[in-house]
């Protein structure tokens, strides 16, 4: 059941990126943009369909607060594999955008696909009081910018030159910013537009990105770079620290696990409703990609 409401979940997200981008004016940037925001997990925005179901927000708001957070990771992955950052040549299997047009276009596409999420959560169709609207551009920005994810790939390349790896403590303050904060946004998003409290799902979403950068670690270890769709092993082979190489194999394993049952702890005040995020955070630990 869960792996059908996630390929609902991806069908409707594409659908309605679609729609925003199909009145996007004919240009490189514009098939840019479709093209790094096609495919994924989808993880993001499912979360904020998700999240949103708990209070009865009208599924279609729901979806387009996942449309903006899908825009929002595609701009940060088509930067992150830039050769002045990344330098990936592959991602989702496919050719990175600055491989497949040039590193201009790619500068662009980004741009524009961070605008247009902040362009699609500020439009009445997301909510029509325009105090939410705000909130919800307001929590994206943080969770994005200088204090969020920005400022996570910024401690990620200080690290590459570092004059000594990283700690435990560093990589998961590093981490939590990088990765962590665009997963605890589609799950405060959910509470915002439903006039909850979100605090029990920030909880639930800490220690889901945690477990999922954890995750992600191992998958470089002992993933198929075929099935992840990008090169593997990266981390290892510049010498940077990670979860598994300061922790160990087995050690991360078993923290990620007891980070996934903290997430489900954290959803305790809202019962088997909340049963699909909690086979979401299963599912963060047992995917192959």
């Known amino acids: 059941m869960f792996k059908q409401d996630l390929s609902a979940a991806q069908s409707a997200l594409q659908g309605c990126l679609d729609e925003i981008m199909s009145a996007l004016p004919s240009s490189e940037v514009t098939a840019g943009m479709r093209y790094a925001s096609a495919g994924g997990k989808r993880l993001r925005g499912f979360l904020a369909m998700e999240t949103a179901r708990l209070f009865d927000v009208d599924p279609a708001q729901a979806l387009r607060a996942g449309a903006a957070v899908e825009c929002l990771h595609a701009y940060s992955l088509v930067h992150d594999d830039m050769p002045c950052m990344d330098d990936d040549a592959l991602r989702r299997g496919q050719p990175t955008v600055h491989v497949k047009w040039d590193e201009a276009t790619a500068v662009l596409v980004g741009d524009a696909l961070q605008t247009l999420a902040f362009e699609i959560l500020a439009h009445p169709d997301t909510h029509p009081d ?22 996570g790939q ?48 920030v909880a639930y979403a800490r220690a889901l990105g945690l477990a ?42 078993a923290r990620a696990q007891s980070l996934i049952d903290e997430a489900c702890a954290a959803l305790q005040p809202y019962g088997p409703r909340a049963d699909t995020l909690r086979d979401i955070a299963r599912y963060v630990v047992t995917r192959d990609r």
Do not use: H, Y
């Open 212 to 253: 999922f950068q954890i995750a992600d670690d191992v998958l470089d270890v002992e993933g198929d770079a075929a099935l992840a769709g990008k090169a593997l092993q990266k981390d290892a082979d510049a010498g940077k620290a990670t979860f598994v190489s300061l922790l160990g194999l087995e050690a991360a394993k």
């Open 154 to 201: 910024a401690q990620d390349i200080a690290a590459e030159t570092a004059s000594a790896p990283l700690t435990l403590e560093q990589i998961t303050e590093l981490q939590s910013n990088k990765t962590g904060a665009l997963l605890v946004w589609p799950c405060e998003a959910g509470a915002i537009l439903g006039g909850a409290d979100p605090a029990p799902l």
């Open 130 to 151: 325009g105090a939410v609207r705000a909130q919800l551009c307001l929590t994206l920005a943080r969770a994005s910018g200088a204090e969020g994810m920005v400022l």
